[in-house]
């Protein structure tokens, strides 16, 4: 797509720097996700509703996420998943798993692929721009899919929730971006772009700190969008930051023609 917000002046060239969701933007957060639940799913009689659903077996899954997000914000990410992979068996009946079992689960954060647009579109938007991570993650797991599946791509600062002591869409986290940025990098509120998958987590909190954000809509989440458009006010919209990166390149290339 593109800009959809015409009536904003704002375009690339005011932009500084790129602040991402790394799971589920950069990172295939729910095929990671689904990949990791098999052991517990494959214990399951057959039939049953889980085994070959992904958004079913994960909107089950994610709400035992989300709760100790909000009620153990400063519990590391890692950590956090090895307690709601035992609550999920529990809801689906099954015996607890093993502490090694679970310690598993929570370990391979780092090893979810990227998308395959992902690393390429970096490497494009890092000529234009300085990187930044803002995210729901394990400074660990986060060291780990940068060194692994986003290996080759410089980032110029990284702010885990671990680092911050809570979980988006904590207003806290975005005003943690804004100081550090700031502090770290010289870069003022109005030249950031937050760029990110995510409508309920990342793009409410960015307008209501008054951000400038773009949408990269991979899961066709135009449903969840109509429930909500008035909480969100995203400048850009792509179906894949590979889209982003061909659009950023369009528009500085059209620049130096004239």
């Known amino acids: 797509m593109g800009k959809i917000r015409p009536e904003d002046p704002t375009s690339f060239h005011d932009i500084q720097l790129l602040s991402f969701d790394v799971y589920s933007t950069l990172i295939d957060e729910k095929g990671g996700l689904f990949s990791g639940l098999q052991p517990l799913l494959s214990r399951l009689p057959v039939p049953n509703p889980y085994a070959n659903d992904l958004k079913y077996t994960l909107h089950a899954f994610q709400e035992f996420e989300h709760e100790l997000q ?35 689960f929570g370990s391979l954060v780092g090893a979810w692929p990227a998308f395959p647009d992902t690393v390429a579109a970096l490497k494009i938007l890092k000529k234009h721009f300085r990187l930044v991570i803002l995210s729901n993650i394990d400074n660990d797991s986060i060291a780990a899919t940068i060194s692994g599946p986003l290996k080759g791509v410089e980032f110029d600062a990284v702010y885990t929730a671990q680092d ?20 770290d990098l010289g870069v003022e509120k109005e030249h950031i772009l937050h760029t990110a ?25 135009e449903e969840t969008l109509e429930k909500i458009k008035g909480e969100v006010a995203f400048t850009w919209q792509f179906e894949s930051l ?17």
């Open 164 to 183: 911050i002591g809570s979980y988006k869409p904590s207003l806290s986290n975005f005003k943690y971006l804004l100081e550090a940025v700031k502090v």
């Open 242 to 258: 590979g889209e982003m990166a061909a659009a950023v390149e369009k528009e500085f290339e059209s620049a130096k023609i004239i």
């Open 70 to 104: 909000i009620s153990r914000p400063a519990l590391q990410y890692n950590k956090l998943l090895q307690l709601a992979y035992k609550a999920f068996a529990a809801s689906i009946h099954l015996p607890e798993p093993s502490e090694e079992e679970a310690h598993h």
């Open 197 to 221: 998958q995510a409508l309920l987590v990342d793009h409410i909190p960015a307008k209501t700190m008054g951000m400038h954000s773009a949408w990269i809509n991979r899961e066709d989440e």
